[in-house]
């Protein structure tokens, strides 16, 4: 999710820790669970710096060990941790286990992204994605500022988040059978055996975006209001093992594009002074458009010359980031 969702959610945490006998209501325990909460609602996105290096690292570690098993423990250990040092009167068991959800609850609703998480490393670095829940949800956003300002008025924080999170669950089940039904739709529409469907929410509620791999085609479409839609179809064709290929493989915006996106076509163009390898990511197309790509331009002898991966939305402004050498 998106950092104000995160940060409204850590709210909520620190406001149903109310209910628990060892925290109560204005005192230095509830003081502490909410700055837990709100700590361990943002720590697994410490990552979000390594983008200050480059979209190749950014994209290949975002959410990636930050928001594992190990590192889950860690947060919620380290934080209450420290925490102890300012409020040592505080049950340091429950502190923990406050922390210890709100972490855990910040990587569960990033699984139901369509971006995901390696929520399940060191067993295994797959990323899972379930596509139900846009990374910003307007409807999950506004609900947590409601719950906010009734606790603000005097309503009673335990009680009012945890209404909220039971209406929340329901929500979260309407999104799951709105999914299931444009599957079912997907595969009468489509005659060839179908491999994998990936839906991913927007943030309008009844729109979805639609890539679905069969062992000859990639379809690209959309759901709109229940009505199914494909708009484009590509053949799939497998990535060639030729020298331009194996090269440009080599370079670290194509290996993090390749090692993250599960759904691609590709292209290579021969031009005058220069290869252009190309990847396009079938899972976002806006408007006719495919803005996540990865591009690497090759000399003719192979060697790098210029690079990129990231969210483009004009041809005009890729060359020119490739024209600055942007890696």
């Not at 286990?97 to 390696?118: E, K, M, P, R």
């Not at 606790?151 to 059978?177: C, K, N, Q």
């Not at 080599?250 to 594009?257: G, P, R, V």
């Not at 390898?277 to 408007?287: E, P, Q």
Request: net charge neutral; no cysteine; glycine share 6%.
């Amino acid at each position: 999710m998106d950092t104000g969702t995160h940060v409204v959610m850590g709210i909520a945490l620190g406001g149903l820790a109310t209910l628990d006998p060892a925290v109560g209501m204005h005192t230095p325990m509830s003081q502490a669970v909410m700055i837990a909460a709100l700590a361990g609602s943002q720590a697994p996105d410490i990552d979000t710096v390594l983008k200050l290096k480059n979209n190749a690292v950014y994209i290949r570690n975002h959410r990636g060990f930050t928001h594992s098993i190990p590192a889950v423990l860690v947060w919620s250990l380290l934080i209450p941790g420290i925490l102890f040092l300012f409020y040592p009167e505080a049950n340091f068991l429950h502190l923990w286990l406050w922390t210890l959800l709100a972490v855990v609850l910040h990587v569960f609703v990033d699984i139901f992204n369509a971006y995901g998480t390696q929520a399940i490393r060191p067993f295994s670095k797959k990323w899972v994605a379930l596509g139900l829940i846009n990374t910003f949800d307007p409807f999950i956003f506004i609900s947590h500022l409601a719950a906010i300002a009734v606790w603000y008025i005097g309503g009673h924080p335990g009680i009012t988040f945890l209404m909220l999170y039971i209406i929340l669950a329901g929500y979260y089940v309407i999104r799951l059978l709105m999914q299931l039904r444009i599957k079912r739709r997907l595969r009468e529409m489509i005659e060839e055996d179908i491999e994998t469907i990936i839906i991913s929410p927007t943030m309008k509620f009844r729109q979805w975006r639609i890539a679905v791999t069969t062992a000859h085609a990639f379809y690209v479409g959309r759901s709109l209001d229940g009505h199914v839609v494909i708009l484009d179809t590509f053949n799939r064709v497998p990535v060639p093992e030729t020298d331009v290929m194996k090269a440009a493989k080599q370079d670290e915006n194509i290996a993090a594009f390749l090692s993250f996106s599960p759904v691609y076509r590709w292209e290579i163009d021969t031009f005058k002074d220069h290869y252009e390898v190309r990847f396009i990511d079938l899972r976002y197309r806006s408007k006719g458009h495919y803005p996540f790509v990865a591009i690497v331009h090759l000399s003719h002898d192979l060697e790098l010359l210029s690079s990129y991966t990231g969210w483009i939305f004009s041809e005009e402004k890729l060359q020119k980031k490739l024209k600055l050498g942007s890696v």
